[in-house]
């Protein structure tokens, strides 16, 4: 019997260094409109944040994501994958603190300031907490609480993308609370406006669709951390 009323936090992920990257106005308008219930965390590297062509999407992402189901943004290393724990204690603060101010000072001008709330690395070391704090971040996703099955994860352990569904319903109902990872380069791909039948994205939209059915509560990272 699957219980009802399970928190779930979904986040997505920018793992790509596209300017793209599935931002633009209409994929918003579909893809978050679509789950407009559903809070999520966007992590977005520093090489996204300071590109220029991808600034003004950013900025873009701020006002749709308000407007159609209120996104929190968690910003992560310098550029997709860094490995932040095999650095020096002072270069990991420098990435860390810079790629925050960049995320935060991509809006349009005197409106909708992106307030960076959350830190997302899944490649740490004992001073990455310790920076973090200091730079007055709310949680860090991996470590404040787990990411479940996160989809490049589970791929490369060699599960296919129905298996990955499976994983995430079987792990919803055993009545745990979940933090699920989209990633933009796999079930939240690069220039797809809608949702598609199938596939590692079909898998990502059947699962959140299937919880919705089955009384989940969606909230935002701070909400759980």
């Known amino acids: 019997m699957t219980k009802l009323g399970i928190i779930v936090n979904l986040d997505i992920q920018n793992d790509t260094n596209s300017i793209n990257a599935g931002l633009r106005k209409r994929q918003i308008a579909n893809a978050y409109n679509s789950t407009s219930e559903t809070a999520r965390t966007f992590a977005i590297p520093k090489?996204?944040?300071?590109?220029?062509?991808?600034?003004?999407?950013?900025?873009?992402?701020?006002?749709?994501?308000?407007?159609?189901?209120?996104?929190?943004?968690?910003?992560?290393?310098?550029?997709?994958?860094?490995?932040?724990?095999?650095?020096?204690?002072?270069?990991?603060?420098?990435?860390?603190?810079?790629?925050?101010?960049?995320?935060?000072?991509?809006?349009?001008?005197?409106?909708?300031?992106?307030?960076?709330?959350?830190?997302?690395?899944?490649?740490?070391?004992?001073?990455?907490?310790?920076?973090?704090?200091?730079?007055?971040?709310?949680?860090?996703?991996?470590?404040?609480?787990?990411?479940?099955?996160?989809?490049?994860?589970?791929?490369?352990?060699?599960?296919?993308?129905?298996?990955?569904?499976?994983?995430?319903?079987?792990?919803?109902?055993d009545g745990s609370d979940m933090v699920v990872m989209f990633n933009l380069s796999l079930s939240y791909p690069e220039g797809v406006y809608y949702m598609k039948e199938g596939g590692w994205n079909g898998a990502a939209w059947a699962f959140v669709s299937w919880a919705k059915a089955n009384g989940a509560q969606f909230v935002q990272a701070c909400e759980i951390s």
């Open 47 to 173: 090489s996204v944040a300071w590109n220029v062509n991808y600034r003004s999407q950013l900025a873009q992402l701020k006002i749709y994501g308000d407007l159609y189901g209120g996104l929190e943004y968690a910003s992560s290393g310098e550029f997709p994958g860094q490995d932040i724990g095999a650095m020096a204690y002072a270069d990991q603060e420098n990435a860390i603190s810079d790629t925050k101010k960049a995320v935060e000072s991509a809006y349009v001008c005197g409106n909708n300031p992106i307030v960076v709330k959350g830190f997302y690395s899944d490649k740490q070391n004992g001073d990455t907490q310790n920076i973090i704090n200091v730079d007055g971040f709310a949680y860090n996703i991996g470590k404040s609480f787990p990411v479940d099955f996160q989809d490049i994860d589970i791929k490369n352990a060699g599960f296919t993308s129905d298996e990955w569904l499976s994983l995430l319903k079987s792990r919803f109902s």
